[in-house]
């Protein structure tokens, strides 16, 4: 299934914006969410066929929202990348046996993370 829907979660205005820009620009639909708790009551709504999500936030983490989503067989099969300011190596671990397909060190690069969605779709 090509990806065209994608909910980005993040708590920094910035960020979401930023990613947001380049989704859009590259043809993807977009939905954001500031929180964990946000991104659960959407997909629960309107599942998109991709979640790129923040590992740090207030309330649920990238890390309990990806394992939330990939132990439900309503929303397994949505993959989620998750997106971290910390070293790549630690965070990568923790998000693939959470269930994420993929972790992208910030401050993210276009180019590798449209390239990586393409690779999912």
Known sequence: MAIQKILVVDD???DRFFLTELLETAGFEVTGAES???CLAKVAVSPPDLVLMDVVMPGLTGFQVTRTLTKDPATANIPVILCTGKSQATDLAWALKM???ACVTKP???S???NLIKSLG
Request: overall charge negative; aromatic content about 0%; cysteine-free.
């Open 12 to 14: 920094s205005a910035t």
């Open 36 to 38: 964990g708790e946000e």
């Open 108 to 110: 993210v690069v276009g």
């Open 99 to 101: 269930g994420a397909k």
């Open 112 to 114: 590798e993370l449209l």
